[in-house]
């Protein structure tokens, strides 16, 4: 399957802090993408190196099979939505659409107005005098009206009432299905993803933790809960990503391929939210094993 985005023991380093160190990550086209991580993990740097706006400092990226700063045709394949839904207070909404058609020349200056009219805007209206849910809804058109190959949203809807950001998602799935473009939205609000997105990255400490269609990713993980028994008593194939232990009960949450037969055990499926924090609770339980192996 062609990627849209290969990135290879990608590092962005400011000064002596790095932002993103080690990365490597093979994102499918056609496909919503969800990435998905804790602060600081690498997120807004991995999606801004994506989008050009930014170049590495150590390994390499490509996005569509190009360079990501290689041209202004490079640039014009994808589309780029910030956390704060940039647009700017003085313009006027028609102003923005105006504005955006000089910028890209792939501009489809009739879905835009359309887009426009269907959502209630005025575009007489400053782009200041309107709403949270506006102001993303207008951004999401301008990203799209681009007719982006890839459209990169980063935390589009973490400022958003709960109405708003669905709204918006809803219509984000609309434009995918209609346009047929691939898309990596990044957000700390998983039941958000689990609604609209096919595909996860769960990225901690620059690293990619899991990668994979969800529904292949839900259907291998399972929660094991039952009498107390250490992991290395479990089948070699059930991988363990996390575990937690009372007196009398272990729980451990596995991926395997293999059916799970051992009546010990009471088996239940996970959330996408469920399966996200396993991988970063395994990330935090490496960590500190890692810290008292150096003490010892």
């Given amino acids: 399957m062609t990627a849209v985005l290969e990135a290879q023991g990608l590092g962005k380093r400011y000064g002596k802090h790095w932002a993103l160190r080690e990365c490597t990550v093979d994102i499918p086209a056609g496909h ?54 940039p647009v700017y207070a003085g313009l006027s909404v028609a102003e923005h659409l105006r504005l955006g ?87 700390h609000l998983v039941s958000d993803l689990e609604r609209v997105c096919d595909f996860l990255i769960v990225l901690v400490d620059s690293r990619v ?33 996390s575990a937690s232990h009372t007196d009398r009960q272990s729980t451990y949450v596995v991926r395997t391929d293999a059916p799970i037969h051992d009546p010990a055990w009471t088996v239940t499926h996970l959330s996408l939210e469920d399966l996200v924090l396993a991988y970063m609770e395994k990330h935090v339980a490496d960590t500190r094993r890692a810290a008292l192996e150096v003490r010892r």
Wanted: zero cysteines; charged letters at 20%.
């Fill in 101 to 187: 058609a000089r910028l890209n020349p792939r501009w489809d200056a009739a879905m835009a107005r359309e887009r426009v009219a269907r959502l209630g805007l005025v575009p007489t209206q400053r782009a200041g005098k309107l709403s949270g849910g506006q102001r993303a809804q207008l951004a999401l058109t301008l990203g799209l009206a681009k007719r982006p190959e890839l459209l990169i949203l980063d935390e589009p809807v973490a400022s958003l009432d709960p109405l708003a950001r669905r709204e918006f998602m809803q219509g984000l799935m609309e434009a995918t299905v209609e346009h047929e473009f691939s898309v990596v939205l990044s957000s």
């Fill in 32 to 85: 919503v993408v969800g990435l998905v991580g804790p602060n600081g993990a690498g997120k807004t740097t991995l999606l801004k190196l994506a989008s050009g706006q930014l170049e590495p400092t150590a390994g390499g990226i490509a996005v569509l099979g190009g360079r990501p700063v290689s041209g202004r045709a490079q640039l014009a394949k994808v589309g780029f939505v910030a956390q704060d839904t």
């Fill in 209 to 241: 933790q899991i990668a994979g269609e969800t529904d292949r990713l839900l259907s291998t993980h399972h929660r094991l809960t039952g009498p107390r028994r250490d992991p290395d008593r479990l089948p070699a194939d059930q991988h363990v990503v």
